[in-house]
């Protein structure tokens, strides 16, 4: 499709806005507060293209709010995001439309659509057949959705998925899922994509074909913001790690860099505060934990059921 | 090792088969299968009872009536199939899938149906004395029937760890059929020919039910046709079928239409052309619903009010000496009013609620259901306007003209005679057409995708782009129009628009009730399952007359056991099929999506 939009947020096609070493991601002074709670704490945040930048922190440590201000799904109390520098809106369709898409941590497909059907839904902001076409199936009509099953089966070859096409998401493999869930992400065709722990609950085989994904999804020009537990998939694979600690940026900078701060270090083992020895033991374990076993945690679980009220 | 040792678990080898409820030989449940259903079949050639008081005349020899015409078809099908499984050569089509389970549906049916004919004649002319010896014979064939049906063993392997073992668990292992595989590709034209055959049959199978003169008869239909549907499914035939109608969709469709086109040449009395009419506007409105309902997944409580402004719309311009608008618009005018106004309608209702969540929106929607019904009843001259006539309604619509054809009068085409409901049922039958297309069409798009996502996961089809508000107004006024559209042919038919017509719930469909239960009970999200489930729903009422009083009492039991045990509905949809009987199979090619089990 030629359609104006398309051609601004094709990865292969990049706008002019997006020159190589333009920022396509700017979040600048991102709060969230709930109630008394503040989740997201003056996050300033950029992404350049064809960066990979990574997102780490302890669980709880507002990564998964941070995501969901940027995508449109919670108003940030405080702050801007903008996108190719143009102000995001706080609607989470119109984040899709302007080139970011993400994933969830707790997997989110359309569970009782086939695997095709959810890319295709990938692309509903790239297409435009209306009520009326469908229903009159203009030449139009059926050459629009050739085009995109086309795309969509590109993008199930590209994730491997291909063979899979007719089952339900619902009965895929829990590896199988999350790769579904990028492959419907990348159907709208995003300038930045937002993954949020990819990984969680892979084994390393699944994990290693993960970062070769996510590797070409760089290569076609698609600048990536991930949020990862798996230290090793942080460092193989990102230009910049921001760390999140209590909502608060603590440190960006090169994975070495960030590796071997001091404070990084602290944070994710756990300091102890009033020289307490069981709560940074108690943290410790959590970290390890979120290492290891990554995002079914339970911080995870509470999240997806307010998402939708955040509006 | 045999399976029945306790450590069968180590057991690597398929398990024997396992038998049925009651633990026959298998030569012997066989035997005692054909024998029972040949008993059944030569017994309806026997008087069953001795008087003509008990309807349908049982009491003709070598003259099969009423009931036992059923218990006729039923017996002859399961001796059919019961040879089939027995590998008799030429009858191998008929059991592709299940072998043994078909026949023991389809034994039940029969004697059911045998059975409860019997019983009724006892009750109806008081005691089992006013059997003849031919209803003697059919009572107790069917249960040699039954006892060998029950004997045979189970078509599928147990499972290797825990094997159906209790009673119970062996009877519900005997109904699973195993999948066929995939049947031949038969030339073009004798694929048209199975299509055209069974649509055939269709329709003479609800000829039949429709125009069923007295309950008992209704009841038999009911057991027969509900039990060998059933039988034909557990068969394999339903898949093979339906390979080749998906070979040949245009055809099918076609045919299903022409069939229904028939129907009414094929009635000879006016009284089933009505029932018809009815059932033709009660199935359209829940189809119209099931864009609603099943595809946006939007729970409308109040959707037979948009049923209501389109009969009222047409209604105030049809020239009805009682319409407060001294108007006469032409038919297609009308049906534009219609349309126009409940979308309209459709829109002022949606927007402020569709921004609402799952239960809210179902509360609304029932509130202003209710005040659409109450609004026309108060538009009466005295507590507001006088637009509506109040409780009185708006009565002698007069009869459409259309090219200058009077669908009040009777009219002799082809020799056929068509009488008034026979031409409204025509007329219906284009806008059911019309209804089916926008179903079909909008399902299989871009929009249809984005309201099946939305009605799975609205957060994450916001997170892809999709207008959620935008795409659940859309769905919400569509579904609005086309129940419109079928309220300006619904005023026509009735004669009279009034407000208790378009209550929450009552005795007679539609209402918001009945229509909701037409499409779950049909399936959600298809277009047979609502136009069955209307069907079904409408013409039970009707038929049985004695069961009046507990209606709704026995129309809630059958829904709650219908939830229970097949909660897709009764024609599942590609994608609720799995979502209710997970097989836990993880690979389910295209052709594998299909009923599992019980
Ligand atoms: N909708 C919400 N309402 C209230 N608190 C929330 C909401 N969403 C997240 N939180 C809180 O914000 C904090 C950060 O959560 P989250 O962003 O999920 O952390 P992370 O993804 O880094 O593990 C947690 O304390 C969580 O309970
Ligand atoms: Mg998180």
Known sequence: MNHMTTTSTTPATPGPAAGPGGTVLEATGVTMRFGGLTAVRGVDLTVDSGEIVGLIGPNGAGKTTFFNCLTGLYVPTEGTVKYRGTVLPHRSHLVTKAGVARTFQNIRLFANMTVLENVLVGRHTRTKEGLWSAL???????????????????????????????????????????????????????????????????NPQETMATQELVRAIRRQGTAVLVI????????????????????EKLVEGSPQVVQSDERVVAAYLGTPFEGEPGESEAAEVRAAEAREAGGTSSSGSGEGKKEGEGK | MTPTTPTATADKTAPGPVPGL??????????????????????????????????????????????????????????????????????????????????????????????YSVAAIAQKLGGLVNLEPGGWIAGIASVVLLVGALGLPADTPGDAVRPPTSPHQRLLHSFKAPTPERGPVLPSWAEILIIAAVVGAGLEVFAYGISTP???????YLLTTGFALAAITRSGLNR??????????????????????????????EAYATLGAYILIFATVALGLNVVVGLAGLLDLGYVAFLGVGAYAAALVSGSPYSTLDVQFPFWAAVLTGIGASLVFGVVIGAPTLRLRGDYLAIVTLGFGEIFRIAMQNMDGTSGPNVTNGPNGIPNIPD???????????????????????????????FTGIVVLVFRRSDQSRIGRAWVAIREDETAARAMGINA?????????????????????????????????????????????????????????????????AALLYLIPEKLEFMAEYQLLLFGIALVLLMRFRPEGLVADRRKQLEFHDTGQLDVPKAGLTKAGV
């Open chain 2, 400 to 430: 459409l003209e259309i090219l200058g054809f009077n669908l009040g009068e009777e009219h002799t085409i082809l020799g056929f005679e068509l009488g008034r409901f026979s031409n409204y049922y025509l007329l219906m039958l284009i």
């Open chain 1, 136 to 202: 009159l199936r203009g030449p139009g009509f059926r050459k629009a959705e050739r085009e995109s099953e086309e795309r969509a089966m590109e993008l199930l070859e590209f994730t491997g998925l291909d063979t899979k096409r007719d089952h339900l998401a619902r009965n895929l493999a829990y590896g199988e899922q999350r790769k579904l869930e990028i492959a419907r992400a990348l159907a709208s065709e995003p300038g930045l994509l937002l993954l949020d722990e990819p990984t969680a609950g892979m």
């Open chain 2, 214 to 220: 007295y309950g008992e008869l209704f009841i038999g």
């Open chain 1, 228 to 247: 990862e537990h798996d230290m090793r998939f942080i460092f193989n694979m990102c230009d910049r790690v921001a760390v999140l600690v209590q909502g």
């Open chain 2, 22 to 115: 009651l633990k026959l030989p298998a030569h012997i449940a066989r035997w005692a299968t054909l024998a029972g259903a040949t008993g059944v079949l030569l017994s309806t050639f026997l008087a069953w009872t001795w008087t003509a008081a008990f309807p349908g005349n049982l009491t003709v020899d070598l003259y099969p009536g009423g009931l036992q015409v059923l218990a006729l078809t039923g017996a002859l099908l399961t001796l059919l199939f019961a040879l089939s499984a027995q590998g008799v050569r030429g009858l191998g089509w008929l059991t592709p899938g299940g072998k043994h389970s078909p026949v023991l549906l389809l034994a039940l049916g029969t004697a059911a149906t045998t059975l």
């Open chain 2, 469 to 533: 508000f935008r795409l659940k107004l859309m769905a919400f006024a569509l579904g609005a129009t086309l129940a419109g559209m079928a309220g300006t042919v619904q005023a026509h038919v009735t004669f009279t628009v009034t407000p208790t017509q378009y209550k929450f719930v009552e005795v007679v469909p539609p209402n918001s009730a009945f229509l909701l239960a037409a499409v779950i009970l049909g399936g959600m999200g298809t277009v047979s399952g609502p136009l069955i489930g």
């Open chain 2, 240 to 269: 093979r079928l339906s390979a080749v109608t998906a070979r040949h969709r245009n055809v099918t469709v076609a045919a299903a239409f022409i069939a229904a086109f028939i129907f009414p040449l094929t009635q000879t009395s």
